[in-house]
């Protein structure tokens, strides 16, 4: 998930992926460049993923990385659910199927990361 977000991320915030399916989300944002800022919210999502929530300013200086990390993980669940619609409407289901998957992955993540039993940083409990 982390991987994907990375490659995919950069490549939609550059264009070089993405702007063959912007026709699909054109009735909901005309014009807007809105898989270009996906992409920059992918990249931002890898970065909480990866831990950037507990050293970069000005998360960092209210310990808030458990936080980014699960905030970000619902991000990306809505953004896989958003591109299982686009090649769905495209009529590609099979890619849509990968994308229901990373989707299923982040949820799991999210009910893991929330149900564990130990304190983490910038938790009271524990302290």
């Known amino acids: 998930m982390q991987l994907h977000a990375l490659v995919s991320g950069t490549a939609m915030l550059v264009g070089v992926l993405g702007p063959q399916h912007q026709a699909v989300w054109t009735p909901f944002f005309g014009e807007f460049p809105i898989l270009r800022v996906i992409g920059a919210c992918k990249l931002m999502a890898f970065a909480a993923l990866r831990g950037a929530g507990d050293w970069l300013p000005p998360f960092?200086?209210?310990?808030?990385?458990?936080?980014?990390?699960?905030?970000?993980?619902?991000?990306?669940?809505?953004?896989?659910?958003?591109?299982?619609?686009t090649h769905v409407a495209e009529g590609d289901t099979r890619v849509a199927g990968i994308g229901v998957g990373f989707a299923a992955m982040g949820m799991a993540r999210l009910y893991l990361k929330t149900n564990d039993e130990k304190p983490h940083m910038g938790d009271k409990k524990g302290a």
């Open 60 to 85: 960092c200086w209210v310990q808030s990385g458990n936080f980014w990390d699960l905030t970000a993980n619902a991000c990306l669940v809505v953004v896989y659910m958003g591109g299982a619609y």
